[in-house]
């Protein structure tokens, strides 16, 4: 299983982040994957920030979750990440990976840098 990331590098305080990833090797429907989004921001520890599950059913940080949506595209092969009202505590490397069942992280994505910044 393979993933890509894409999407904007800059996006201005108050704007919405959106980036997808792109999924090959694997349908992102197939049970039973769970695709993830994780964040590093500068000088910080990796960042487990949401999930969607093959069926569906998403699950964000706690701290995220009035500003967070994780979506699907199974035409696409893809699921995408949208963080709104971003500040410049948001900027960080953005990665995608998933899991199968109860093991540990797959592949990961190469990661995107997003900069928040006017």
């Known amino acids: 299983v393979q993933l890509q990331e894409s999407g904007p590098g800059l996006v201005e305080p108050s704007q919405t982040l959106s980036l997808s990833c792109t999924v090959s090797?694997?349908?992102?429907?197939?049970?039973?994957?769970?695709w993830d989004w994780i964040r590093q921001s500068p000088g910080k520890g990796l960042e487990w920030i949401g999930v969607?599950?093959?069926?569906?059913?998403?699950y964000y940080k706690p701290s995220l979750r009035s500003r967070i949506s994780i979506s699907r595209d199974a035409s696409k092969n893809q699921f995408s990440l949208q963080l709104s009202s971003v500040t410049p505590e948001d900027t960080a490397v953005y990665y995608c990976?998933?899991?199968?069942?109860?093991?540990?992280?797959?592949?990961w994505g190469q990661g995107t840098q997003v900069t928040v910044s006017s």
């Open positions: 990976t998933y899991r199968l069942g109860a093991l540990a992280w797959g592949n």
């Open positions: 969607i599950h093959d069926t569906g059913a998403t």
């Open positions: 090797g694997e349908s992102i429907m197939a049970t039973p994957y769970t």
